[in-house]
């Protein structure tokens, strides 16, 4: 077959490669054009987002799309949050709130990201080089039983946490949101990290006893610095996916540990056509993480694609 | 390895031992004792002023410490290396199997927070109204829906992937650019497309279907549409996730097999069929059966855009039960149906993987 390719190759007339370049140029056309619409899709609502936080309502009711060539941007739904540049030295209690839900934000994502990375980390190492016998479960059947936590959905756990922060006066607290959200990432941090982990060869662990390091000291000191990147990826997904929450934050938080979807969430019924502050607020609840995903994607796909794809 | 034991770790001495025993045996006592103290307290027999749990959750933390020590301290080595299992399996228990069974038992009751009476177990009351609610079958139904619209979403995803490992330039900006809607908050995006861009005035999406020659186009109104963009919403959302996991899949195909099949002269359309697809239906599977696990927990979005209208056509059931606390306080009934639910995708989950296992790729 390849040969009588190779031997009719030259005998085809010019019209046929002019057609065959033709259908070549088509299907690059094509694959940009398809590459080009679905950056569209994937943009359009974060411009338009964007570029409605900038609107008054004239603009917004005429549909106006582009910036300065068919309305002049103004700073109106910025200023309702009291962070345009006019407002934001001066007092402004809407933009406390948003800076306090901000914190609390920050400090939950944190917090459970980080928890969730230590303990994942030790159990996931732990999984990876020693042999485990509880009860009847082993190695795998562990492995397979923190996974499954991945299946329980939210809505299992809401209402008995409920009633148990309550009984632990954990309820509205920033403390009780971090545990659950750790909870909910931890799987996914167990299975990122021990597929790190599986990754870094065993001898190093037993040179590292020849010379006299403990289970612990060789963790520290020899595999830990190796694991890095692994542990940078599940920290980035955990904190993409715990400063999205909001099941858990809308039925366990209440003045003081709300969190920013549900402030944003909170905004919407009542506020009918105020359409620039909720842009704004959208805004600015969305930028960091685009930030992030913008600056660190790499790791992003790495935690992704962690276990799942064997080379 | 036995040789690379220091000798302290080596031969444990039976003092070491019982005190390790002694300990874990002590810490259990007062956990234990905490407990029943607080249970007495908690039901008035003996009043010792107690307003919450707390000392009991400090009590089984201090219990937790010990057995780790005594870990250590009776099994040496072995008790070095179950620390570090031990933090992530004791805190899983306690956050998932503790409250999932406590759950359980809240699942019997007539439990509304609204109520002054508290609780009352009241059998298979729950269960019998439970199979009576048609708005709840309708949620399920709804969820399979859902779930089946996980094949269009790995559809779609797939074609991306496709695109992103054609022959094309500045191939990580284009990746970047498709993985931005896996970072935003559903609740942002409830906003940004749902009550915004959708919204049938001045929407954009509202205004070039007027364009387009539709008139009063509406998109929460009809059953059917309002649940298509509730998908599409979501979809939007997640497919940069299910496209990462194929775009990786295609990255790590082996070159020649493609090439060989090049060099047979197979057109792109049987490329694709005969060899890229079957080469990459462990993948796809693992991609599938992860979204779909993900799939079963959507609430956000419904919960934020339609409150599960027109008449529950886009309720989940996480969505449903949610009402069902919020605007009735339910918590017995809620939790019964949160129950019920999770045994049908354990169900679920456990057959799905059970026929799919040979083709997955190796995840635990």
Not at chain 1, 48 to 56: G, H, L, Q, R
Not at chain 2, 47 to 71: E, H, K
Not at chain 2, 123 to 148: E, K, S, T
């Amino acid at each position: 077959m390849a040969a009588e390719a190779t031997i009719s190759a030259p005998s085809a007339t010019d019209a046929g490669a002019a057609g065959r370049r033709l259908k070549h140029v088509a299907g690059k056309v094509g694959i940009y054009a398809a590459l080009v619409f679905w950056a569209f899709v994937s943009l359009f609502p974060v411009y338009w987002t964007i570029t409605t936080s900038m609107k008054v309502a004239k603009d917004v009711q005429l549909g106006r799309l582009i910036p300065w060539v068919d309305f002049q941007p103004n700073w109106l739904g910025w200023r309702s949050l009291g962070l345009s540049p006019d407002t934001i030295g001066q007092v402004s209690t809407v933009r406390d709130e948003f800076l306090d839900r901000f914190l609390n934000s920050i400090y939950t994502a944190f917090g459970a990201s980080f928890l969730a990375v230590l303990i994942g980390s030790l159990a996931a190492y732990g999984l990876s080089r020693f042999q485990y016998k509880f009860l009847w479960m082993k190695n795998q059947d562990l492995s397979f039983f923190f996974l499954s936590q991945l299946i329980l959905p939210p809505v299992v756990l809401a209402l008995p946490f409920l009633v148990l922060y309550r009984e632990l006066a954990l309820l509205d607290s920033i403390i009780g949101l971090v545990l659950l959200y750790t909870l909910t990432v931890l799987p996914i941090v167990i299975w990122i990290m021990k597929d790190q982990f599986d990754t870094i060869p065993i001898e190093l662990d037993e040179a590292a006893q020849v010379d006299g390091l403990g289970p612990w000291g060789t963790f520290f000191r020899i595999i830990l610095p190796m694991a890095l990147p692994g542990m940078v990826a599940a920290f980035i997904l955990s904190l993409i996916l715990c400063w999205n929450e909001y099941f858990f934050a809308a039925l366990l938080t209440g003045a003081e540990a709300k969190t920013l979807p549900v402030m944003v969430a909170s905004q919407t019924g009542s506020q009918g056509i105020n359409w620039w502050s909720m842009a704004a607020l959208s805004t600015a609840a969305i930028a960091p993480l685009v930030v992030v995903g913008v600056l660190l994607e790499r790791y992003i796909i790495r935690g992704l694609t962690a276990g799942s794809v064997k080379g | 390895m036995a040789l690379t034991e220091s000798p302290s770790y080596g031969a444990i001495s039976r003092r070491r031992r019982d005190g390790g025993r002694a300990l874990v045996a002590a810490a259990t006592v007062l956990f234990l004792a905490v407990g029943l103290l607080q249970a007495l307290n908690s039901a008035g027999l003996v009043p010792l002023g107690l307003r919450d749990w707390r000392p009991t959750l400090y009590a089984f933390l201090l219990w937790s410490v010990a057995l780790g020590v005594g870990q250590v301290m009776m099994r040496g080595d072995a008790g070095l290396k179950a620390l570090f299992i031990l933090p992530a399996a004791l805190f899983t228990a306690a956050m998932a199997i503790f409250p999932t069974l406590f759950g359980l038992s809240i699942a019997f009751t007539d439990w509304n927070l609204a109520s002054l009476t508290g609780q009352k177990f009241n059998g298979f009351d729950n269960l019998l109204q439970l199979i009576g609610d048609p708005f709840y079958w309708n949620a399920m139904r709804n969820m399979v829906i859902y779930v089946l619209f996980v094949l269009v979403e790995y559809a779609v995803a797939f074609g991306l992937a496709l695109l992103l490992n054609a022959e094309i330039r500045a191939r990580k900006f284009w990746r970047v650019v498709f993985l931005i809607p896996l970072m935003l908050s559903p609740v942002a995006v409830s906003w940004m497309v749902g009550k915004s861009m959708l919204e049938y005035r001045f929407g954009p999406v509202a205004r070039f279907a007027r364009w387009l020659g539709f008139n009063n186009p509406t998109f929460f109104t009809d059953p059917w549409i309002a649940r298509l963009w509730i998908e599409a919403m979501d979809a939007w959302v997640s497919i940069p996730f299910v496209m990462i996991l194929l775009l990786a899949g295609l990255q790590a195909m082996p070159k020649e097999v493609i090439e060989a099949a090049k060099v047979d002269g197979a057109s792109p359309w049987q490329r694709f069929w005969q060899v890229v697809f079957p080469l990459m239906l462990p993948v796809s599977i693992t991609a599938i059966v992860l979204r779909i696990i993900f799939k079963l927990k959507l609430a956000d979005i419904i919960i934020t855009v339609t409150s599960g209208g027109p008449g529950g056509a886009t309720d989940s059931v996480s969505s449903f039960i949610y009402r069902e606390y919020r605007d009735r306080s339910n918590v017995g009934y809620g939790t019964m149906l949160a129950m019920f639910y999770l045994v049908v995708i354990v169900i679920f989950i456990t057959l799905l993987l059970k026929f799919l296992r040979k083709h997955m790729q190796r995840m635990t």
